[in-house]
């Protein structure tokens, strides 16, 4: 089945770490998304990208990071600069140029030790 | 720039009691307006979308309009059901959507049997 597979589903960080969380679709989009949900707050964009090689700054892009190698793989990567990392990450694809329907993963909860 | 209110939860009911949840929105141009539907634990399903003034989404009994000149879409139900209980979120994509969505903070509701 063509989905959006996201992992790990949970996912822990020591003081200074950088971790990375991955992202995997099969769907043969070419959009893909990174958006961070906290209690409260709704869904901020972190990053985007809508062509292998290239990617843009969303809302938030502070203290993350991400590459497009692939047009399968969008992984994410929380460095240490990035202060608050506690909080739930959802990653979505869509098909090029538009966000009319976005598929999402079933997300990876990042915490801090 | 771009911005979605939605009402604030959780809103709680009883079975089968009619559901409304407000969402209104800020957005140049014509935006394409969503709702997703969020259970525990998972990614954002899209629920229903209407992409110009006066269509009527529906999916799963759930509806809502776009209103342009109240820049409102408020969804709807007539006789809810306990596996309603979920977060829902408004969103809008304008100028072609391919930086992503903008999203609301979300409505938890709770269906009380």
């Known amino acids: 089945d063509g989905g959006i597979t996201q992992s790990p589903k949970y996912l822990f960080r020591k003081e200074g770490q950088n971790v990375t969380l991955s992202c995997e679709q099969n769907l043969n989009h070419d959009a893909m998304y990174w958006y961070r949900q906290d209690p409260g707050q709704g869904l901020r964009l972190i990053y985007y990208?809508?062509?292998?090689?290239?990617?843009q700054k969303g809302d938030i892009a502070e203290g993350y990071s991400v590459s497009r190698e692939k047009k399968e793989s969008f992984p994410l990567t929380v460095t240490s600069a990035q202060k608050n990392p506690t909080a739930f990450y959802l990653c979505?694809?869509?098909?090029?140029?538009?966000?009319?329907?976005?598929?999402f993963g079933s997300g990876t909860q990042l915490s801090v030790l | 720039g771009d911005s979605v209110t939605q009402m604030e939860g959780p809103v709680t009911l009883s079975e089968e009691a009619f559901l409304t949840i407000n969402c209104t929105y800020t957005a140049t141009g014509y935006p394409s307006l969503f709702w997703y539907v969020q259970y525990p634990g998972e990614g954002l399903q899209l629920l229903l979308k209407a992409t110009k003034a006066d269509d009527k989404g529906s999916n799963k009994g759930f509806e809502a309009t776009y209103r342009k000149e109240t820049t409102s879409f408020h969804l709807e139900k007539g006789s809810v059901q306990v596996s309603d209980s979920a977060v829902y979120f408004c969103?809008?994509?304008?100028?072609?959507?391919?930086?992503?969505?903008?999203f609301g903070k979300g409505t938890h509701l709770i269906i009380q049997p």
């Open positions: 979505a694809s869509s098909t090029y140029g538009t966000a009319e329907k976005l598929f």
């Open positions: 990208s809508q062509i292998v090689n290239d990617f």
């Open positions: 969103a809008l994509s304008s100028g072609g959507g391919a930086d992503g969505l903008t």
